[in-house]
């Protein structure tokens, strides 16, 4: 049984964002990246399971092998059953008693540790792993793995201790409001595209005192083994989080299945966490509480551009924000809403930038974008540019280009659409494609309730103008459509402590990681009174005779 012990820092000072590291040419950061690059390459790991502390070998594997280098083995992963889905939710069950009962300040402190540990000794070893088991380049490997992963550990801990407010008192009593985790366990679902949002799907739960089984996407075992190992090296009790991996399915309905489920924290397709929502709502007799379900789903995340708009600027955010890790961001900016007067200068400058990104191995430094994230993912956004190109409502502008020869590279592509309401406008594809609808100027009105109602999604947008006049009725129209509304900049990006993120209608439940509103979901506060001097008579006073 572990047992609480007096901490200095009960409440830690509010955390300052990490800095993001440049590893530009002869710096210290890209050598060690470089080396470390170089290792996980030549160094293929054995991946097991991690279940009440345990590495947890199968003999059934699955290879585990680079995106833009299908040819590199990165290590070799041990798939599980049911059987072991049960294991983890037992052995997380059996660690709940002593793992809640610690205080928030030693709760925390495994967590702080690990933030420092990810910054220092661990921070290229994340990246690397992001960069070859995902595809990501150093910058966006960067922004992840290690810097949205150590703002989430440092900002929680800090949030945790302040997420609620005592009652107030009255006479003859003491009244109190506890903290407690959910009752039972937390199920955590994690997708390919962030390392981060891996690490702290589970480990938000953790921090208030929940236990967790956590099941990893089968494309980012690889990043998702060494989050395991940074934890374990930070003095995660065992038991507290176990990882599992395998088939997707039969693992996830055990978890969801089971009479014990406190919540499920996911990040995924509005699909998936459809079938969990309906597969708990079907079965909610088998649960022991009503268990929470907390989820980031997708989005086809738009910009819109007035006739005010700065070009160039808005030529940048387009880029950056279309093409950035292949699209494959849920906030990635995949339909655009363009002035007819700014689209021949928009368009060149949209093209130029195009042609100067390089699409390859992201081990080259000076790489732009590398490979989507598997065979399906390659082949689904082939047959979208094919559409595009056959379709005569849609005119190919530039990029269009797909290889699989070496590693699933789709290149940059932008597609016009004379259809607002076209396939390639509403729904969403997770790569990168960009589509344009170019609108009548005088028709700006109806343009944006285009794009209010362009899509099921309402996860982020951006809207371009230097008009004040139209910012402000564009923010008002569009209130609904973006959980994350951003003026002049693109619509990706948002910092752990600075821009909660979470979105409404079919992206999720939106309820905003990088924040307390996320923490809050993971408890089930216990209010108490203490009365010093209970009544001892059952009359009432209004009860006397006259």
């Known amino acids: 049984m572990l047992r609480a012990m007096p901490h200095p820092t009960a409440t830690p000072p509010r955390p300052s964002n990490e800095p993001v590291r440049a590893y530009a040419p002869g710096s210290p950061e890209r050598a060690a990246l470089k080396a470390a690059l170089e290792d996980l390459s030549s160094n293929p790991v054995d991946v097991p399971m991690f279940i009440g502390g345990r590495e947890v070998r199968t003999g059934r594997t699955s290879q585990v092998r680079s995106p833009h280098r299908r040819d590199l083995v990165l290590g070799t992963a041990h798939e599980g059953t049911a059987e072991h889905a049960v294991s983890a939710i037992d052995a997380a069950l059996a660690a709940r008693p002593a793992w ?51 703002d989430f550990l440092r900002f929680n801990a800090f949030w945790a201790t302040r997420l609620l407010e005592q009652p107030e008192a009255a006479p003859n009593m003491w009244n109190a409001i506890e903290q407690r985790p959910l009752d039972g366990f937390v199920c955590a679902i994690t997708p390919f595209n962030f390392t981060a949002i891996a690490g702290n799907l589970p ?69 998936v966490f459809r079938s969990i929502w309906r597969r708990v709502g079907s079965g909610i007799e088998r649960y022991a509480t009503f268990p929470r379900l907390v989820g980031e789903t997708g989005g086809k995340d738009f910009v819109f551009a007035h006739q005010s708009a700065d070009v160039d600027a808005l030529a940048v955010a387009l880029v950056r924000g279309a093409f950035e890790f292949q699209g494959q961001k849920c906030s990635a900016a995949s339909r655009a809403y363009v002035p007819r007067s700014l ?4 368009e060149e400058r949209l093209v130029a930038h195009i042609a100067g990104l390089r699409v390859g191995d992201v081990a080259d430094f000076r790489t732009f974008m590398g490979a989507v994230i598997d065979e399906r993912a390659f082949g689904r956004l082939s047959g979208v540019i094919e559409q595009a190109r056959r379709d005569p409502a849609y005119r190919l502008v530039a990029g269009g280009r797909a290889s699989d020869e070496t590693g699933f590279f789709i290149h940059p592509t932008l597609v016009e659409s004379s259809d607002p309401n076209s396939r390639l406008m509403s729904e969403e594809f997770f790569g990168p494609i960009l589509t344009v609808f170019v609108y009548d100027d005088a028709q700006v009105d109806e343009a944006l309730s285009l794009c209010e109602r362009g899509s099921g999604y309402a996860l982020t947008g951006a809207v371009f103008a230097q008009d004040r006049h139209f910012l402000g009725k564009a923010s008002v129209r569009l209130r609904e459509a973006a ?64």
């Open 100 to 150: 809640s009962a610690l205080s928030q300040a030693e709760r925390s402190a495994v967590f702080l540790k690990a933030a420092e540990l990810a910054a220092t000794t661990f921070r290229y070893r994340l990246n690397a792993a992001t960069m070859l088991g995902q595809s990501k380049t150093a910058y966006q490997a960067e922004i992840d793995a290690a810097c949205e992963l150590i």
């Open 203 to 271: 480990t938000a739960p953790a921090l208030v005192g929940n236990v967790v089984v956590w099941k990893p996407s089968p494309n980012a075992l690889r990043s998702a083994h060494e989050v395991m190992e940074l934890l374990r090296a930070a003095g995660l009790p065992d038991g507290v989080i176990n990882l599992i991996h395998g088939p997707a399915e039969e693992l996830v309905n055990t978890c969801v299945d089971h009479p014990r489920l406190g919540g499920v924290h996911f990040t995924g397709s509005t699909s």
């Open 343 to 346: 689209w021949k200068k928009l």
């Open 483 to 546: 959980g994350n509304f951003y003026v002049n900049d693109k619509p990706t990006g948002a910092v752990v402590g600075q821009q909660p993120f979470g979105g409404g209608r079919l992206s999720g439940t939106n309820d905003k990681a990088g924040s307390p509103l996320n923490l809050l979901r993971w408890i089930s506060p216990r209010a108490i009174k203490e009365t010093f001097v209970p009544a001892t008579s059952v009359a009432y006073p209004s009860m006397s005779e006259e």
